[in-house]
C-alpha cells in the first residue's frame, strides 16, 4: 500500500500568535512562532510543558484558531476558513493520534470497525470499507488482531490501530499529540516506528509532539519550541536506532522579526544575563557575557537609592 509523496504542499507560520483570554486573565501560548515543515517531511516538536506544543498541534489540525500572524498548510489558510470550511478540512486533510487511547478508538468496536469507522462516515461501500481497513491494519502490523477490541489489546497496539484509524481518510498531514507517553520506552520506539513507515510508504507529512528523547531521535528534524516560540532546531543525518551513526548539528532558529533564541544551557553555561555583546566577524556572529552590563544591573538599585528624591 503505498503513495506518491504528499501533494499538500509546505506547512507554513509565520510570526504565529495564540491569545487565550478570560474575564481576569490573558495567556499568550504562543508569540510569533515560525515553522516551516515541507511536503511529505517528518519532524518531532519538543519543549516543556506550557511551552505552547498542543497549541500549535490545534491550530494546524483546525481545531483552535489562531489569534495572529499567518498559518497555511498547503493550500489552506487556517487564519480565513470558515467554520464549514474548519470542518472539511479536519476530516478530509488532517488525521490526528491522542496520547489517550478513549480519544482515539470506540471501546465498543473492534480493531478492524475502528479504522472502518471514519470511511463509513466519509460514504465507503462495506467491501470498501473492509479491504482498506485490512490494508491499513496490515500496515501498522495488527492484521491478527481485527477481531479484538481496545480492552483486549497492550497499550501499544491500541496505538498502532490509533494510528490506522487516523490514516482511514488518506490524509495529507498526521498530526500526534504524545502518542508514546504512556507507553514503555521499547513500546514508544515501535509504535513511532509504525508512524514513520506510514511517512515513508504513505508519503503523509507528519508532525508529532513527544517528551521523550529516545522517540525525537529517530527523525530527521526535532523542533524545540520554548515561551511560544520555536527556539532551536537539531537536525540529524542518518537518523535511526543506531545513534553511534547518527550526526546531529544544533541550530538557533532566526523569525521573521530576525529574533533568536540561544539554547537555555548554552545561556547557563556561560552565565549570559539582560543583555549580550556582539561582534560581526566575517563568516560569523560572535556572542559574549557583558560583564560591565552585569555591573551595572547590580549596581543600579544602589545608584537611585543615593540619588534620592529633590
Not at 514503555?184 to 513511532?192: K, N, P, S
Request: glycine share 8%; aromatic share 4%.
Amino acid at each position: 500500500m503505498t503513495r506518491s509523496p504528499s501533494t499538500l504542499g509546505p506547512v507554513r507560520c509565520e510570526g504565529l500568535v495564540r491569545i487565550f483570554k478570560t474575564a481576569e486573565i490573558e495567556v499568550v501560548a504562543l508569540q510569533g512562532l515560525d515553522l516551516h515543515v515541507e511536503p511529505g517531511e517528518i519532524i518531532t516538536v519538543v519543549g516543556a510543558s506550557g511551552s505552547g506544543k498542543s497549541t500549535l498541534l490545534n491550530i494546524l489540525g483546525g481545531l483552535d484558531e489562531p489569534t495572529a500572524g499567518t498559518a497555511r498548510v498547503g493550500m489552506h489558510d487556517l487564519m480565513q476558513m470558515s467554520a464549514r470550511a474548519r470542518t472539511e478540512y479536519r476530516r478530509d486533510v488532517v488525521g490526528f493520534v491522542w496520547q489517550q487511547t478513549a480519544r482515539n478508538l470506540q471501546p465498543y468496536l473492534d480493531a478492524r470497525r475502528n479504522v472502518e469507522f471514519p470511511l463509513a462516515i466519509a460514504g465507503h461501500s462495506r467491501r470498501q470499507r473492509r479491504i482498506k481497513a485490512e490494508r491499513l491494519l496490515d500496515l501498522v502490523g495488527l492484521l491478527d488482531r481485527a477481531d479484538h477490541r481496545p480492552t483486549e489489546l497492550s497499550g501499544g497496539e491500541q496505538q498502532r490501530v490509533a494510528i490506522a484509524v487516523a490514516l482511514a481518510n488518506e490524509p495529507q498531514l498526521l498530526l500526534a499529540d504524545e502518542p508514546t507517553g504512556e507507553l514503555d520506552v521499547a513500546t514508544a520506539i515501535e509504535v513511532f516506528g509504525v508512524l514513520r513507515t506510514a511517512n515513508e510508504e504513505l508519503g503523509v507529512t507528519a508532525i508529532v509532539v513527544t517528551h521523550d528523547p529516545l522517540v525525537s531521535q529517530q527523525v530527521d528534524r526535532t523542533v524545540s519550541i520554548r515561551d511560544g516560540r520555536i527556539s532551536s532546531e537539531i537536525v540529524r543525518e542518518g537518523a535511526g536506532l543506531d545513534a553511534s551513526r547518527v550526526i546531529a548539528r544544533e541550530f538557533s532558529v532566526l523569525d521573521s522579526a530576525g529574533r533568536l533564541q540561544l539554547p537555555e544551557r548554552y545561556v547557563t553555561s556561560l552565565d549570559l544575563r539582560r543583555r549580550v555583546r556582539l561582534e560581526l566577524e566575517a563568516d560569523h556572529v560572535g556572542v559574549w557575557r557583558d560583564v560591565a552590563s552585569d555591573d551595572a544591573a547590580w549596581a543600579e538599585p544602589e545608584t537611585r537609592d543615593q540619588g534620592g528624591m529633590p
